[in-house]
């Protein structure tokens, strides 16, 4: 099969029978393996690595921090890229899965907060500065809440979804922004990356980058924190649908009658 | 059992359980909410058909 039949191929998925079908079918496994690598990379990391350096103990937050910025991030870009598919092929489904990730994005976004503050304080002096990178994640998450109560707001949700695709392509700007913000205004307190850098990986740059020790066991969490967002976009996509079929069979019960 | 984690116990002990409850509170209220959607879809396709 060619990758243009390949790609096309998915398009079935945008009925919503065969969707949820599909995810039925596939939702244990990812429950399963999230869970296991969550598992095992949590308690890999919290006691089986050793305190570093500079950072002691709090070096164990990496294991939580990291992952749900990353997914905090990529969550939106999902919903950026359903949201496009909504506006440019009027798929239900695919609305009503950025709908469904959403409230993930949100609990990401606050985590990533919430951790980068506890980390902060021992290690900057403080739980929070207007620094670059940590402002921009700041408005994503208000971009996160404005998305939410913008689809509670509308009642018609062919409407809310038209109006909840514009917000999400305005406020891919700031997505973008969480992730390079470091590199873009080159200040503030936040570190540039020490993870995912191509050049650290291959050792063509000669900046500090996290230790294997941490690396593993860190990306084990990240593989677990990717399949806990896939499973629960999948479930929660699945209930948007049902919801969505329980507003329209009670709409033709009232016209009926 | 728990590491040694030294002076910073607060710091990393509050960071995991913030963020171990949030996650826990996320997949629940999701499983809860998809749970009544579900129950609800049923109950009204089963009324609908017994009403032609």
């Known amino acids: 099969m060619s ?14 029978r065969k969707f949820l079908a599909t995810s039925e079918r596939v939702l244990p496994f990812f429950w399963l393996t999230s869970a296991s690598c969550l598992v095992a990379g949590l308690v890999w990391g ?40 909504w506006l440019v092929r009027r798929h239900h489904v695919s609305a009503l899965a950025a709908r469904a990730a959403a409230p993930v994005g949100i609990v990401m976004t606050l985590i990533a907060l919430a951790t980068g503050a506890i980390w902060g304080q021992p290690m900057w002096g403080t739980w929070w500065a207007w620094d670059p990178r940590l402002t921009s994640f700041l408005i994503l998450f208000l971009f996160y809440l404005g998305y939410v109560a913008l689809w509670e707001a509308i009642e018609d949700p062919d409407t809310a979804a038209d109006l909840t695709s514009v917000l999400c392509l305005v406020g891919s700007v700031f997505a973008i922004l969480s992730r390079y913000a470091v590199n873009f205004w080159n200040q503030g307190l936040h570190q540039g990356a020490s993870v995912m850098r191509a050049g650290a990986v291959t050792g063509t740059d000669t900046e500090e980058k996290v230790s294997n020790i941490y690396f593993y066991p860190l990306l084990l969490c990240i593989v677990g924190f990717v399949l806990l967002f896939i499973a629960l976009v ?14 329209a069979l009670l709409t033709r019960e009232r016209v009926n009658g | 059992m728990i590491p040694d984690l030294g002076k910073y116990a607060d710091t990393v002990l509050s960071a995991y359980a913030a963020s171990i409850v949030l996650l826990i509170a996320l997949v629940l209220f999701s499983v809860i909410r998809g749970r009544k959607v579900r129950a609800e879809m049923e109950k009204l396709e089963q009324r609908m058909s017994r009403h032609g």
């Open chain 1, 46 to 85: 919290f006691f089986f690595t050793p305190d570093d350096y500079k950072q002691g103990s709090t070096v164990k937050i990496i294991y939580l921090h990291v992952p749900a910025a990353l997914m905090a991030i990529n969550c939106w870009l999902m919903m950026l890229a359903t949201s496009l598919v």
């Open chain 1, 3 to 16: 990758i243009a039949a390949k790609a096309n191929a998915l398009w079935k998925y945008a009925n919503p």
């Open chain 1, 234 to 247: 999948l479930y929660r996509t699945g209930t948007e649908i049902r919801a969505r079929r329980i507003k």
